[in-house]
């Protein structure tokens, strides 16, 4: 998920820093506030990256009523 080739390919974030990051929280099991933030924010991302933009799922939509309108 958060390889440097992968980040590079996407391109949203820095791979150095992100690496820089992960050792940090790999080798500390209490690394800060602003590091478990930044993680999760690069996983989730990934995550959302993997499981709606790359598969081409889409929004659910509402039906429409008889007028044409969203219910």
Known sequence: MMAPER???EGLFNPGAV???VEKCAGNPSPGFRADTAFVGILS??????TFAKSG???ATKPENEAGKAA
């Not at 991302?45 to 993997?50: A, F, Q």
């Open 7 to 9: 980040l590079a390919a």
């Open 57 to 59: 799922a889409r929004a």
């Open 19 to 21: 690496t820089k990051l």
């Open 45 to 50: 991302t990934g995550l959302w990256l993997d």
